[in-house]
C-alpha cells in the first residue's frame, strides 16, 4: 500500500461541512466517492487534518489516504479532478511515509477570516466574505488579538456543544489585515476548538465597534465563560489556509 497526501482547496457553500454525513453532501463524501471510481468500485477511506462545518471553504486542507495502485504520485492530483466536482480541487499529491497522517503529524494550523466593512453588500461575495458594515477601530483590535497570542484555555472561545474536555491551545500569530474595505484576520495555532475562529472574530468585531473592551480580552480568558465573548461569526467568511508540518 501507498500513502497519498493531497492538498486540496474547496468551496464550502454547498456543503454540509468537510465530514460525511448520511443523505447530505461533504467533502469527505465527493473525496471517496472518487476514489471508489478509480478503485474499481473498492472503498477508499480518506483522512482530513481536520474537520470544517457547512459553508466553511478550504484553501490548504490536508488528505490523506492509502491506495494499492501504482499511479505516479504527479499523476494523482490530475486523475482525481477529472472525478471531483468544480467546487473541490486537488492542488498537490505526493507519496509520503506510511507514518505520515494528516490529522496527527500536523503541527499547526493556519485559519483567516474575510469581513466586508463597506455600507452595501456586494452580491458577488456574498457567500465568501461575512458582511459586517460598522466602522472599526482597528488599533483597539489590535491590541485585543495580542492578548490571544501565547498558551490559554481557550473555554471561554468555543462553542458550548464540544466535548473536548483539554482547551488548552497555543495561539503563535494573530493578526488583522486590512485591505479598503475588507477586513482580514489570520489566526496560526497548534490547534483550535469547535467554533474557535469564528468566536474569535465575533469577539474581535465587537472590540471593532466597542461593544467590549480590548483590555477584557485577559479577563475573558481567565473567566473561561462562552458568555463574555462575543457572538459566532457565520461560516462563509472562513478559511482553512493551511496546514504546517515538520517537513
Given amino acids: 500500500m501507498r500513502r497519498i497526501k493531497c492538498i486540496i482547496a474547496y468551496d464550502g457553500t454547498n456543503f454540509a461541512g468537510y465530514q460525511i454525513q448520511q443523505n447530505k453532501r461533504t467533502v469527505q463524501g465527493e473525496l471517496e466517492r472518487a476514489l471508489a471510481i478509480i478503485h474499481k468500485g473498492e472503498a477508499v477511506r480518506v483522512y482530513a487534518s481536520g474537520r470544517t462545518d457547512a459553508t466553511v471553504h478550504a484553501y490548504g486542507q490536508v488528505i490523506h489516504f492509502d491506495s494499492p495502485l501504482t499511479i505516479p504520485e504527479e499523476r494523482w492530483a490530475k486523475a482525481l479532478n477529472a472525478l471531483l466536482p468544480d467546487d473541490i480541487v486537488v492542488k498537490e499529491a505526493a507519496e509520503v511515509s506510511p507514518s505520515f497522517h494528516a490529522r496527527f503529524s ?15 453588500p456586494d452580491v458577488f461575495l456574498r457567500n465568501y ?19 490571544l497570542i501565547g498558551t490559554h484555555d481557550f473555554t471561554s472561545f468555543c462553542s458550548a456543544k464540544t466535548d473536548v474536555e483539554d482547551k ?16 482580514v484576520f489570520q489566526l496560526i495555532g497548534n ?34 465563560d462562552r458568555s463574555l465573548a462575543g457572538k459566532t461569526a457565520p461560516g462563509h467568511g472562513l478559511y482553512l489556509w493551511k496546514v504546517y508540518y515538520d517537513n
Avoid: C, W
Fill in 106 to 120: 500536523a503541527k499547526a494550523k493556519e485559519y483567516r477570516y474575510r469581513v466586508r466593512t463597506a455600507q452595501e
Fill in 129 to 147: 466574505v461575512y458582511h459586517y458594515p460598522y466602522s472599526l477601530n482597528h488599533e483597539a483590535i489590535q491590541k485585543a488579538l495580542t492578548f
Fill in 168 to 183: 488548552v491551545r497555543t495561539i503563535y500569530e494573530a493578526n488583522m489585515i486590512v485591505e479598503k474595505d475588507e477586513v
Fill in 191 to 224: 490547534g483550535f476548538l469547535y467554533n474557535m475562529v469564528r468566536i474569535i472574530v465575533g469577539t474581535m468585531l465587537e472590540v471593532g465597534i466597542g461593544k467590549i473592551k480590548a483590555e477584557d480580552i485577559p479577563h475573558i480568558l481567565e473567566k473561561k
